[in-house]
Every structure is written in structure tokens, then in C-alpha cells.
């Protein structure tokens, strides 16, 4: 092997390339790669490189190689995981002190251990803050086990490299850019290579892109001829020499450029002489390749954002309040702070009051510092809300044993939030299984009776009265249209253990020549010339004149054959409105065929339409001419094709029709009807074509025949004026926008400023448009661009988005979203791996949303505010007592009952309603959708709530502390019983935040709180240590007094008694209906399918483009697909 | 309490732990009513016909309870005399300026009407700040609880009043003791020409655990008091040593001293009274009207603070002395109810769709 691959921009001096093709004779192993990272961190000097490369030329052992020059060299493996021993300290501290909360915490824990400052005992915070952090790097730990896992088993996955003459082997991990290496039938590509052989005729090879971007159907990929000629053994394998420069490693799936130098030739190089990392080989014995990028450097990989710390959107809203709180605090603290100055000016004789007032200012902060604990309880419920999840029975797919997981515990409440939800295709949605469900043959249909045989399986086509005509012959055109159906196709045909097998580059043509073949008219075998069919028992051979290819534009394919009998035939297949295009003048049928289309289209089968022709011969003859230039023509070769094409498709003959179902996953149809009743708008993000997505969209009930489609061919077009597009108008549309055509101008992840610029404006025109509409659907799209969707109405419309995957094609989007979820149990757990919650099937994602996320939400949000009161109406107190107390930092309270306040005596109820409340059951969330909005519109927290919450808790703490300071003013109560007095009263009024499943916990509370103040000051523990339990006696002596406990009274009544009138007058003035609420609230409907435009509606939507002004009226809707072809072009 | 935090976090590893134990067969989660969230839950339901009711039976029982304890606060008889001394026409405004030791004044007072009942006489200071942070702080509660070790090593806490110039240990050390309060009152009634002294009880005027519980000498067999504080020095500002504060009751001495715990049990706002003495003897249970005679040993500066002195005479009741506050308030808010209550209704009866079960 003696192989060079360069990448383009790390030479660009061909005198050197040159220099480097002759002396590739001389070299043994060699590989040369500096991948950019290396070049960035690295800044040796080119010539540096080169003296590798010279030693390299004088060594011939692997050995060397590997041990010298491997630094530099990209091997293939996969490193997701963040720590390893050394960095797994410091840098998960880093990233845990990133929170705002733990960093406040921090500061706290510093502050209290200087004696001087300190007014609370540092144990009170440093516990607290050690146990977050080490729960927390415990979690982190075992994430990164996870990953370190998975990454053991992709790097370890077995593969053959050519090694001194013959392949040996050798694990994923091993290979190297310029390995060769050989992959056999169903094997992953480990690396992206170039296919230089395989054993197939012309070097085909056969490849599966599902993982890739999320096509079903099988591609192929062929060889330079020179190689397939030339490199057919080991030895000659091992003895190729050649010098391929290339493109830097990037992320652009479909595009490649580079050249072969070999033999003193160069060979120009493009995509489809690449197998990409994540490919599956079918149907190709074995195929021999040449590593292009390794590892990291893989498209695919490239393809795959970075691993960024998520965030809620409550949790931003969290650290910005605690910042508040912070600043609030300071403020509040320089105010006593000069105070106090002046005070001690006016009374101390010794110290500075300049210093002490500093002091004092320092252990002001301390105490009012109680909101930090608010970081362990959001953490502990969240992890109790991802064990809920995790527990789902509803949620449990039995078949494949999986229950949903949470893998990542901080996110829960956002799934009470989402407005966007992205959607992968092919694995998500759908099963990927098509079956031949009904067709229509001469305006007659078949296969509709499924109530006459409910035993059999559904899947199953069966239709006796279809059966007897076909035995009886007496339908002539019926018999075509089998035909057709065994013949006008490109599959091959393979016979295993005989058994015949098909292998077909798009599922719907499998599952129509399955069907034929059911139907007595098996499809035996092809050669190039020939078709070789059974029909109804008799062998008969088609001789292939030639095929018509399918292409997404021409939406058919024919061919031209003759018959037994010497009759030249054209077979058609196609899209109805093509087919109907081309249909002679007066059809038969072709009424009832119509209606029958229309049928299958309402149950959301993807139909295609048959045709034939009898050709004349001498047609033909003038025909093959012409159709034999335009394949041999060099310029415009496609154009000139399709031209000699359509020549040849002009007054077919109808059929029939057949309906094939793509099959969905269970209960796709109805979550996807529930999530869009819950105000979510699902976009369909798939790398499949065009006419599959929109199928896929009616059946899964994305799309209903009430909508209008906007086709967008080119995003750049997208700029609406808003004059006439009324939200109605938007209800009703659906976007399909098609990506393939413009990727490369428009998406392509460049680093060049100027295209990423464009690039933005015109997703934002995209984004602006398509998020009005209903339903978006985009199709040909890579991995990237699904991440760049995501990450453009993730920052344009600022909304919580949600992204479903289950391929490696998806992880980037996964990744970028607010919420990634992996399909899991299915091949391929990379979506998984990089997912935040996994389910087993699509349908447990509207239980995800509406139950567990909607729950989340509402507890969460009840959790702060309840949080946020208590502790602010707690604290405040200590303001007000510091007006009486000099402004010096006395805490109002014991300094035991501050520190068991939140733990103890508040924890209980706060938990009990932030883990277990329930407003409304998980039936009434599944089945009134719409009580979802109360998380989009985020209105259980936020800055005016958090306000409302912060008046609360001002009146309360006033209520708190001047009730008992004016009961006891100028009498013979002494310190500790105001204390008593005032601490009892405040854990009395949690009383106010009352829900069904805290009210046994705040008794419980109340109970624990009299023993726990009775046990702590008791005679006992102040004997063993008077100075930490400095209140001996204190509660006994207070509640001794019936004047305590009137005062108490009085200022827990009148703490509750403003909550009690509000939910008293909420509960009056409230409309029981919550969507007529809903409603009002929106100003408008926005349930799609309470209004049915009906097509009544003529609406314009004014595009104004790049060229010119376009004015498009969209037409009543049409039934089937495409409705309204709008090309904008 | 910190295992609250600790135990979700537990069962989350927990499942982790047990699928690498292989302790399940498979994957699925159990069925309890935790586990699938079908807890049974109970609410106190916010019906109208709870809440109407509710305001109303609230401000009712408040103005009730209104009532009685400002019934109870007027009956309280409650008689009080200031002598800090500012003014040049008071008796003590010699002492007051004039910082000599035990320098005496008097005070001559007339009480209309006779004080039926037993009087507790208080003193009274304003403007004190006892909940000063650095000032609450400045005491060894170990030493007062009466550890030997403390008594001899004031804690730090007590600067600086923990050490004298000398480095002799202070006992008892800390601001809050040396501020203690160290005027003396004597009380005549002036029956007739002659004084009569009415007796003054200074006996269980603290508070039982603090004298049983929080203080106590530290003990030493065999030796008495002042053996036990032999090497520590008396507070600065103090004229006695502490262990020689009653001379007429030896057991009422040391860090158990009666008026010296109620002046350590820190009042809880600058302006406060303390419990002095309980009038004993022959007027324990009535205090005729006429005019009396309070003899006053003037020692406590409070003219720099600037705070008052005075003294207090007040008959007791179940809400402790004389405060109108509470029931005022309670009647404040007991017609606040019942407003309410009045508002509900109209709401109520003006929005008929009404479900009885909240939420």
C-alpha cells in the first residue's frame, strides 16, 4: 500500500505534489494528514511536515509510523466523552461553578469563614453546597461512563485493513487515513473511503443510507474504472500507489471533490465515488476502499455539533432572578450599611465604623442569602421528575423491553413548554415497511373489503374476487396491469437458498413487484438486455429496449419492451398528474380512477398510476435513434433525455392504480393530531424526497386535505408581505421546502463569512414565513441544515423547540435543540446517546409532552413561587428587625431555625407539591390537549408572577415581624420569645401554598417543627454545648404565654388571609371552561381544525423575490398531492 | 436532614446499579402508585360554602377576641414614672449629671386610684439597643452555664470585654454583663406623714430554666463563691463582684443572680422594661391611692445613648402588661373579615358559575 492522501488545503504547491507522486513508488506505508486542529495549535512550520514525511520515505515498518508519526496522523478513532482522570476535577468544577447558584454559594461558604463576618455557622451552607457538588459529579461520572462505553464499543466494531499484503483483523480504532480496507455484505462503513473495487460487475456496490439521511431506498456507488480493472487482488491491492488530493474534512454530505493520481494519470473524483462512515453495505458481496477521513474527520461526524451544556428556560430566568435578588440584596445592605455607619459613629467608642459597617455589610449578605438553597431543591426535583419518567409503565415498550429514559435530568419543565417540535422521517414516524394495501384496475377497486376476512393479518392484500379474474383471464387489462407491475421496475432479483429475493432501490417499487408476484406474476430475474417473467405459471421474456428512468422532476419511469410476440410495449408508472397528462384523449375509466385515487388518498396510501402503449415499430425506430444521441450527448445530456422521453410518454393508455401504505409507527397519527391540538407545531425535517414526505405528512395526519401547500423550491425567494397573510391564512398552509436543489449556496457550512451571512438572511426569510404556517415540512435536507432549521427558530421566534430523531442523521439537531429525544431500540444508538430523553416509540412522546412535561412544568413553577415566598418573606424580616437593631446583621431568628427552616421545617410541603401535584389528571392533559399552553406561554412563572410573588411575600414579612414588634413593644417579652413568636408565625403561614398533596406534608411540618424547637432547646443539648444551643427554654417559656399565642394567631391569619380572598375571587370570577380562557387569552382560535377553509378562501400571499415581484393566488385545494404547484421559479 | 437531599439522587443511581447487577430481568418499571403517580390526594375543598362561612366565623371570633383583650388591657392598671433626670426641675438631675457612685434621688409619685391585685414594678429603658448584633453576641454562654474552664478562659465572642488590662479573666465577661443594669429602688408609701416601706420582692422574677438551666456557678466542693471566682475580676463597669451582688441573700449570687438574668435574658427591641420586683408584704394585693416615695440609687448612664429610665408599676394579667396594640388589631382585622365576607357574597351571588370543587 503504498497511498498518499492529501487534503487540498494543506498543500497547495503542486511542484511538491509532483515530488511527492514520484517518490510514492518509494514509499511503503504512508500517510499524511494535518487536520486542521493540529495546524491551529500546532504552528510548526511546513517544512517540519515534510521531514516527516522524508523519514517516513526511508522506513518501511508500520512500526515507525505508528509510534512517530501517529500524532499527526487522524486515525478513525471516536472520542465523545469529556473527562478522562486528570481533567474530570477540575473541569466538571468548572463547568458546576458556571451555575450562577453554586458560584453565589461559593462565596457565601468564603464569607462565613471569616470569623469576623460570619453570623451563621459555616456548616449551614458548606454541607449543603458540598452535597450538590458531588451528587452532581457523581451523575457527570457516570454520564461519561455511558459515553466512554459507547465509544469503546464504535471504536472496537471489527473490520479488515490491508496489511503487508493481505488484509488482516483489525478493529475500527486501528485504521488510518490511506488504510485500505475491505468491507463484506451488511457491514457499517467505519471511515469515509474511496471505493476503488468491489466484486460486483463494474465495481457497483450497493449501499443503505438510512442512517445517513434517513433515505430508505439502496444507492449504489461505482468505482473508477482503472481501479476496478486494476485492483482486483491483494496483491495488487496492496501494491497501488496512488496519490489522492482532496477537500479538507467537512461536513457537506453530498458533495466531494478530489482527484486520483496514479499511473501518471489523474482521475477526477466526486461523490459517488464515496462511501461515507455510516453507511450499511447491501447486496455487494465485499468492496475494497481507500480511507479518505478518519475518526473525527468523517462527514458524518463533522455533521455533528458540539456537546453543549442545556439549559431551561426557567433556569436562565432563575439565575437572572437570583442575580436580581443578589443585586436587591446589595442595595438593601449599602442602605444599612450607612445606616448602621451612622449608628456606630453615634455609639461605638473603639472600632472604626467604617470597618464594622463593612463587616456588617458582609454578614448581611450571609443571611439574606437563604434563596441559594433554592439550587438543591430545583436539582433534587428535577431528578425526581426524570425518575418519573424513567418509571412510565405507560411509556414502556414491552416488545423490545425499553422504557423511556431521562438521560439528561435538568430539562424536565421544558417539556411542558414546547411550541416547536422537529421530526425525523424515516424511523421516527414511520416503520419504514411498505405494503401493497389496494388497487384500482379499470375504475374497479380492489382489496377494499377488510371486513370480510378480519382474521387475517392487515397488512395482508387479499381480495378473492381479484384473485378469480386474474385465474380466469378473462380481464385482459387487468393482466397488463400486472404486468406492468412485473416489469416496468428496476429491481433485481436474487435467489437465496431458493428463494427469490428482491433487491430494490426504493421501497415502494419492492412492495409493488411483491405484490405482483403474490398475484402469480413473479419477477424471476433481469440481465441488461432481458426480463424474465412468470406470469400465472408460464416463463415469459421481456426484451428490454430501454428504461425511462425515474427521476424527482419527471415523477415516473417506463419502460420499452418486447413482448414474447414481438409487439413493442411501453409499461408507464407514475404520479397521477403526470400520468394523466399523457393519457390518450378518450380514456376509459378515467373518471372512476380519479374518484378511486381520491379514496386511497383519504387513507393516506401513496398512490401511482399505470399505464402502457402499444409502440409502433417504425416510431420506435425513429425513436431509438434520437434516444441513442441523447445518451451519447455530452452537453445538456439530461435535458435532451427528457425531452426524447417525453416524445416516447405521450398518449398512454390507463390502467389502473395502486396504493401502497407507507406504514407508520404505532399511533403516529393520533400524537401527532394531540400535539398539534396543544398548540405545537411539528415540522417534518427528513433528507428524503419530496413526494415521500408529503405522503408521509397525510398519512401521519401532518397534513390534512383542508391545507394548502406552498412549495418552496428556493428558500431564497422567501420574503412575505404582510398585508394579506392574515393568521387564518397561515393555519391552513403547509410549507414544503425543498433543500436539495440549493444546499450548496445556501447551507453550506462554510467558513467564509460572506455566505454565512446570506446564508442567514435567508433562513430568516424561510423561518419568518414557515413558522406562521401550520405545518412545515422540509425535505432534502443533511444533518446540518436539520441543526440549522432548528437553531434558526430556536433563536428568531425564541421558542422552546423539540427535536426527535432516532439516526445518526439527526444527532446534530438533537444536540442544537432545547429538548433532543432518541428513538430508542432501534440500529445506530448514536441519536440516542446524544439524546436528552429516549423513548421506545414516537405515540409515548405525546405522554412525554402533555402529562410529564406539563406536570413538570406546573410544579416547577409552583416549587419557585412557593420557594420564592417563603424564603423571601422569611428573609425580609431581618431587614425590618435591622431598623430596631441598629442595623447591626442580628438574625431575627435562631440561628438553628434559620438553618432548619428551609431544610426541615419548609422542605416537606415544598416537596410534596414540587414532586407529586396534580391539577388535573394525566387523562383530563391527554384528552383536553389545550391545557398545554398554560407552558408555551409560560404562565405560571415568570417576571410578573415572580413580582406578584415578591409583593406577597413583602406583605407577609411585614405582617411577620410588625404584628409581634407591636404586641410586644415596650413590654418584658424578651429577644428569644420575639424570636420564637416571629418563627413560628412564618412557618405557619406556609400554610398559604396549600395543593392537594402538600396538605398532610405541612402538617407534618408543623408537628416537627414543635418537637424539633422543643429538642433543640432543650436543657439537655444546651448542657452538652451552650453555645450552639443558645435558646434553652425559650419556646417553653413563649408558648407559655396565651399573649404569644394570640399574636401568632393574628399574624397567620391576616399572612394567609389576602392569599385565601384571592383564591376565593379566582375561584368566582374564573370561567370553568380553561379553553375558553385559552381563547381569550389568544384573541384568537387556534384549534386548525375548527374552521376548515374549505378551499372557499382565496388568499394571496405576495412574495417579493430576488428577480421580480411574484403574485401568487392559491387555487381552491386540489384533494391529492400537490395541490397547489406553485413553482416559484 | 441533609439524607433529604442525598435520597433521590440514591434511587437514581440505585436503577443504574441495578441493571448492572443484573438484578432485573428486564427493563420495566415497577407498578406502585408512587412509581406511576396514582397517590391518592386530598385537598380542603374552597367551596363557597366553606369560604363565605370561613371570613365570617373569622371576623367574628377576631372582634371577639378584639374585644377581650382590649378589655383586658384597659383593666390592667399600669402606673409609670420616668427619672432619667434631664430636666433641671428633676430630683435626679444631680445624679444624673453628676457620675459619683451610688448617688441617691428621689422620686415622689400619687396614685389616684388604689391598684387592686398584685403589682409587679418594672424598670424601663428606650433607645437600648440589647439586639445589637455585637453586643448579643458578647457573652460566653459556657461560662455562665457555669464550666470552669470558660470561667478562667472567657470565650473570644466576649471582646472586648474578655480580659481586663491585666489579662485577668472578666466574670462574667461580655458586653451584655458589663452593661448590666445596676440602679437599686426603694419604695415608701407615704401613709400619713411617715414613710412606710412597702416590701419588694426579688425572688423567681426570672425565668425558671434560666435559673435552673442556663445559669449556674460553676461548683467547686468545699469552697465557697468567692473562692471559685478567686483569680477572674469583676466586670469594668461593675462596683460588686458577681459573687457578691445580693448581700442579704448569698444564695442569690454569682452567675444566678436573680436581676442579673433578667437583665441577660436580652430584650428583643430598643425600647423594653424589665421586671424589677413584686410588691410583697403588707401591699402584695392592693396598693392604696395616695402619695409614695421611690428612693433611687443612681447609677446607669443612659444620657449619652440618649435613652430615658423609668420605672413601672403594673398590675399582671394572662396577657402580661398594659398593650392595646393586639387588640386593636385584631379588631382591625376582624371587620376586614367580615367586609370580605360581604364582597364574596356579592361576587359570588353576581357569578353563578360556580364548581364546587376547586381546580
Redesign the interface.
Given at each position: 500500500m503504498k497511498t498518499i492522501v492529501l487534503w487540498k488545503g494543506d498543500c497547495h504547491n503542486s511542484a511538491v505534489l509532483n515530488l511527492l507522486a514520484l517518490c510514492s513508488s518509494a514509499l511503503h506505508i504512508f500517510t499524511f494528514t494535518m487536520y486542521s486542529a493540529v495546524k491551529k495549535y500546532l504552528p510548526l512550520p511546513y517544512f517540519l511536515y515534510f521531514c516527516f514525511i522524508f523519514k517516513q520515505m526511508y522506513d518501511n515498518t508500520k512500526v515507525y509510523h505508528c509510534t512517530f508519526i501517529s500524532f499527526f496522523l487522524q486515525n478513525n478513532t471516536i472520542k465523545t466523552c469529556k473527562y478522562n482522570i486528570l481533567t474530570f476535577l477540575p473541569l466538571n468544577l468548572f463547568e458546576q461553578f458556571q451555575r450562577v447558584a453554586n458560584f453565589y454559594f461559593l462565596l457565601i461558604v468564603i464569607l462565613q469563614s471569616v470569623p469576623a463576618i460570619s453570623?451563621l455557622p459555616w456548616y449551614t451552607t458548606m454541607?449543603?453546597l458540598l452535597?450538590?457538588l458531588f451528587?452532581r459529579a457523581?451523575?457527570d461520572i457516570?454520564d461519561d461512563l455511558a459515553r466512554r462505553r459507547s465509544d469503546k464499543e464504535i471504536n472496537t466494531r471489527p473490520c479488515d485493513i490491508l496489511q503487508g499484503g493481505s488484509f488482516k483483523a483489525e478493529q475500527w480504532r486501528h485504521i488510518h487515513v490511506g488504510d485500505i480496507v475491505r468491507i463484506r455484505k451488511d457491514q457499517i462503513i467505519p471511515a469515509d473511503l474511496l471505493l476503488l473495487a468491489s466484486t460486483e460487475p463494474h465495481s457497483l456496490c450497493y449501499i443503505e443510507t438510512a442512517d445517513i439521511d434517513g433515505e430508505t431506498n439502496l444507492k449504489y456507488r461505482q468505482a473508477l474504472h482503472c481501479t476496478h480493472s486494476r485492483l482486483q487482488t491483494e496483491g495488487q491491492l496492496s501494491d497501488f500507489d496512488g496519490l489522492v488530493t482532496c477537500e479538507e474534512p467537512n461536513s457537506l454530505l453530498h458533495s466531494f471533490s478530489g482527484t486520483l493520481h496514479w499511473m501518471g494519470e489523474q482521475y477526477p473524483l466526486s461523490n459517488d465515488r464515496i462511501l461515507l462512515r455510516g453507511f450499511r453495505l447491501r447486496n455487494t458481496h465485499t468492496c475494497y476502499g481507500l480511507v479518505l477521513f478518519a475518526g473525527p474527520d468523517c462527514k458524518i461526524m463533522r455533521n455533528c455539533g458540539l456537546f453543549t451544556v442545556k439549559k431551561t428556560q426557567i433556569e436562565i430566568l432563575l439565575n437572572r432572578i437570583v442575580i436580581l435578588v443578589w443585586r436587591i440584596a446589595v442595595l438593601l445592605e449599602l442602605e444599612i450599611l450607612f445606616e448602621s455607619i451612622e449608628f456606630i459613629a453615634a455609639?461605638s467608642r473603639?472600632d472604626s465604623s467604617l470597618y464594622?459597617g463593612f463587616l456588617?455589610f458582609w454578614?448581611y449578605i450571609i443571611i439574606l442569602t437563604e434563596i441559594s438553597q433554592l439550587i438543591?431543591s430545583f436539582e433534587?426535583i428535577h431528578?425526581?421528575h426524570?425518575?418519573?419518567i424513567?418509571?412510565?409503565?405507560d411509556m414502556?415498550f414491552?416488545e423490545k423491553?425499553?422504557?423511556a429514559r431521562a438521560r439528561n435530568?435538568a430539562l424536565n419543565e421544558q417539556l411542558g413548554q414546547i411550541e416547536f417540535l422537529f421530526s425525523d422521517k424515516t424511523g421516527t414516524l414511520t416503520q419504514n415497511i411498505l405494503t401493497f394495501k389496494k388497487c384500482c384496475v379499470s375504475g374497479v377497486i380492489y382489496g377494499d373489503n377488510p371486513c370480510s376476512n378480519p382474521t387475517k393479518e392487515r397488512e395482508d392484500f387479499s381480495d378473492q374476487v381479484l384473485v378469480d379474474r386474474l385465474r380466469s383471464g378473462e380481464d385482459r387489462s387487468l393482466t397488463e396491469f400486472f404486468r406492468v407491475l412485473a416489469v416496468c421496475h428496476t429491481v433485481m432479483a436474487e435467489e437465496v437458498d431458493g428463494d427469490l429475493r428482491y433487491q430494490a432501490a426504493s421501497p415502494d417499487e419492492e412492495a409493488l413487484v411483491t405484490a405482483a408476484r403474490n398475484f402469480g406474476f413473479v419477477f424471476m430475474s433481469r440481465t441488461q438486455d432481458s426480463v424474465t417473467v412468470s406470469e400465472l405459471g408460464k416463463i415469459r421474456v421481456y426484451d428490454l429496449l430501454a428504461i425511462l428512468d425515474f427521476s424527482s422532476q419527471r415523477r415516473r419511469m417506463s419502460v420499452l419492451v418486447r413482448e414474447p410476440s414481438g409487439k413493442i410495449k411501453l409499461f408507464c408508472k407514475g404520479a397521477d398528474i403526470v400520468i394523466f397528462e399523457r393519457l390518450e384523449t378518450k380514456c376509459l375509466y378515467l373518471d372512476a380512477t380519479e374518484k378511486a385515487l381520491e379514496e386511497f388518498a383519504k387513507d393516506s396510501l401513496r398512490t401511482l398510476c399505470l399505464a402502457s402503449k402499444n409502440v409502433p415499430e417504425e416510431f420506435y425506430q425513429s425513436w431509438s435513434k434520437e434516444f441513442l444521441s441523447a445518451t451519447m450527448a455530452m452537453q445538456n445530456k439530461e435535458a435532451k433525455l427528457e425531452a426524447v422521453y417525453e416524445k416516447m410518454e405521450q398518449e398512454l393508455t390507463l390502467l389502473g392504480a395502486t396504493a401502497i401504505e407507507d406504514k407508520l409507527q404505532d399511533g403516529v397519527p393520533d400524537t401527532i393530531h394531540i400535539l398539534k391540538k396543544g398548540g405545537i407545531k411539528i415540522w417534518m425535517l427528513t433528507g428524503d424526497k419530496q413526494e415521500t414526505a408529503v405522503n408521509i405528512g397525510y398519512s401521519c395526519k401532518l397534513l390534512d386535505n383542508n391545507m394548502e401547500i406552498l412549495e418552496v423550491r428556493c428558500p431564497r425567494l422567501l420574503k412575505v408581505e404582510s398585508e394579506d397573510t392574515s393568521d387564518n391564512f397561515f393555519q391552513s398552509l403547509c410549507v414544503v421546502c425543498f433543500f436539495w436543489k440549493f444546499q450548496d449556496e445556501i447551507f453550506q457550512q462554510d467558513s467564509q463569512i460572506a455566505s454565512c451571512t446570506k446564508q442567514v438572511g435567508i433562513l430568516q426569510h424561510f423561518v419568518e414565513l414557515a413558522s406562521k404556517c401550520e405545518t412545515v415540512i422540509c425535505c432534502r435536507v443533511t444533518p446540518l441544515q436539520k441543526a440549522n432549521v432548528v437553531e434558526a427558530v430556536k433563536r428568531q421566534q425564541k421558542a422552546i423547540t423539540l427535536a426527535i430523531g432516532d439516526g445518526a442523521n439527526d444527532v446534530n439537531m438533537i444536540k442544537r435543540a432545547h429538548i433532543g429525544i432518541g428513538i430508542s431500540g432501534q440500529e445506530g444508538l448514536q441519536a440516542v446517546q446524544c439524546s436528552d430523553f429516549s423513548l421506545a416509540q414516537f405515540r409515548y412522546l405525546q405522554r412525554l409532552l402533555l402529562v410529564h412535561g406539563r406536570?413538570s412544568y406546573l410544579r416547577v413553577c409552583k416549587f419557585l413561587n412557593y420557594f420564592l415566598f417563603k424564603t423571601f418573606s422569611f428573609s425580609f424580616v431581618h431587614i425590618w428587625?435591622s431598623f430596631?437593631?441598629?442595623f447591626?446583621?442580628?438574625p431575627a431568628y435562631e440561628n438553628w431555625f434559620i438553618t432548619?427552616y428551609t431544610?426541615?421545617y419548609t422542605?416537606l410541603p415544598v416537596?410534596s407539591m414540587a414532586l407529586?401535584d396534580?391539577?388535573?389528571s394525566?387523562h383530563a392533559s391527554l384528552k383536553k390537549p389545550k391545557l398545554y399552553w398554560i407552558g408555551q406561554e409560560q404562565q405560571l412563572f415568570n417576571l410578573r408572577v415572580f413580582a406578584v410573588t415578591v409583593l406577597q411575600a413583602l406583605l407577609t414579612s411585614l405582617t411577620l415581624f410588625f404584628?409581634p414588634?407591636?404586641?410586644?413593644?415596650?413590654?418584658?417579652?424578651?429577644?428569644?420569645?420575639?424570636?420564637v413568636t416571629v418563627g413560628t408565625s412564618a412557618v405557619f403561614t406556609r400554610i398559604t401554598y396549600?395543593?392537594?398533596?402538600n396538605?398532610?406534608a405541612i402538617a407534618l411540618c408543623l408537628i416537627l417543627y414543635f418537637i424539633m424547637t422543643f429538642i433543640l432547646q432543650s436543657?439537655h443539648l444546651?448542657?452538652v454545648a451552650?453555645?450552639d444551643f443558645?435558646f434553652?427554654?425559650a419556646a417553653?417559656?413563649a408558648f407559655s404565654?396565651?399573649?404569644v399565642w394570640?399574636?401568632i394567631?393574628?399574624t397567620v391569619?391576616?399572612s394567609i388571609?389576602p392569599a385565601?380572598?384571592v383564591?376565593?375571587?379566582n375561584?368566582?370570577?374564573r370561567?370553568?371552561d380553561l379553553h375558553r380562557v385559552r381563547q381569550k387569552a389568544l384573541g384568537n382560535n387556534l384549534g386548525g381544525d375548527a374552521c376548515p377553509l374549505q378551499g372557499s378562501l382565496i388568499q394571496t400571499i405576495t412574495l417579493s423575490l430576488i428577480k421580480g415581484q411574484f403574485r401568487i393566488t392559491s387555487s381552491p385545494n386540489l384533494q391529492v398531492l400537490g395541490h397547489v404547484e406553485e413553482r416559484l421559479e | 436532614m441533609l439524607i433529604v437531599f442525598f435520597l433521590p439522587h440514591l434511587l437514581y443511581f440505585s436503577s443504574y446499579w441495578s441493571k448492572i447487577l443484573k438484578m432485573k430481568k428486564d427493563n420495566k418499571p415497577d407498578n406502585t402508585a408512587f412509581t406511576q403517580q396514582r397517590l391518592p390526594a386530598w385537598q380542603p375543598v374552597l367551596s363557597v360554602g366553606i369560604v363565605l362561612p370561613l371570613f365570617f366565623i373569622i371576623g367574628l371570633a377576631f372582634i371577639g377576641i378584639g374585644i377581650g383583650l382590649l378589655i383586658t388591657s384597659n383593666n390592667i392598671q399600669e402606673f409609670e414614672e420616668e427619672y432619667t433626670g434631664i430636666g433641671d426641675n428633676s430630683n435626679c438631675y444631680i445624679c444624673a449629671n453628676n457620675a459619683t457612685a451610688n448617688c441617691k434621688c428621689t422620686l415622689n409619685f400619687t396614685i389616684a386610684q388604689p391598684i387592686q391585685g398584685s403589682v409587679f414594678m418594672y424598670y424601663g429603658l428606650t433607645n437600648y439597643y440589647q439586639n445589637h448584633q455585637k453586643y448579643l453576641s458578647s457573652r460566653d454562654d459556657q461560662q455562665l452555664a457555669g464550666e470552669t474552664y470558660y470561667l478562667k478562659n472567657p470565650s473570644q465572642s466576649c471582646k472586648p470585654y474578655q480580659m481586663d488590662i491585666n489579662n485577668n479573666p472578666i466574670a462574667p465577661c461580655g458586653s451584655i454583663a458589663n452593661s448590666f443594669f445596676n440602679d437599686a429602688f426603694a419604695l415608701y408609701y407615704n401613709n400619713q406623714g411617715f414613710l412606710d416601706e412597702v416590701k419588694l420582692d426579688g425572688s423567681a422574677i426570672a425565668w425558671w430554666t434560666d435559673h435552673n438551666v442556663k445559669f449556674s456557678n460553676p461548683s467547686q466542693t468545699g469552697s465557697n463563691l468567692s473562692q471559685i471566682f478567686e483569680g477572674t475580676v469583676k466586670p469594668i463597669n461593675w462596683s460588686k463582684p458577681v459573687y457578691n451582688l445580693d448581700v442579704n441573700n448569698p444564695d442569690n449570687n454569682g452567675f444566678i443572680n436573680e436581676d442579673f438574668l433578667v437583665w441577660m435574658r436580652t430584650a428583643a427591641l430598643p425600647d423594653f422594661r424589665k421586671l424589677y420586683r413584686r410588691i410583697s408584704g403588707n401591699y402584695s394585693s392592693f396598693m392604696p391611692s395616695g402619695n409614695y416615695t421611690l428612693e433611687i440609687t443612681y447609677n446607669y448612664p443612659v444620657k449619652d445613648l440618649p435613652g430615658k429610665k423609668k420605672v413601672i408599676f403594673s398590675t399582671v394579667s394572662w396577657m402580661g402588661g398594659k398593650n392595646q396594640f393586639l387588640g386593636i388589631a385584631y379588631l382591625v382585622f376582624g371587620s376586614l373579615c367580615f367586609v370580605m365576607g360581604f364582597i364574596l357574597l356579592i361576587v359570588y351571588a353576581k357569578y353563578q358559575n360556580v364548581e364546587d370543587n376547586d381546580d
Open positions: 453570623t454541607l449543603p452535597t450538590v451528587v457523581a451523575k457516570s455609639t473603639g464594622m456588617t454578614g438543591f433534587f431528578v425526581v426524570s425518575l418519573f424513567d418509571w412510565d409503565l414502556y414491552i423491553d425499553t422504557p435530568t406536570w428587625f430596631f437593631n441598629g447591626t446583621s442580628q432548619l431544610v426541615m422542605s416537596l407529586l396534580q391539577d388535573v394525566c404584628i414588634y407591636g404586641a410586644f413593644y415596650n413590654t418584658a417579652y424578651d429577644f428569644q420569645t420575639f424570636s396549600w395543593t392537594r398533596f396538605v398532610l436543657a444546651y448542657r451552650p453555645q443558645s434553652p427554654g417553653y417559656n404565654h396565651p399573649y394570640l399574636t394567631l393574628l391569619v391576616v388571609l385565601l380572598i383564591r376565593a375571587l375561584k368566582a370570577l370561567s370553568p | -
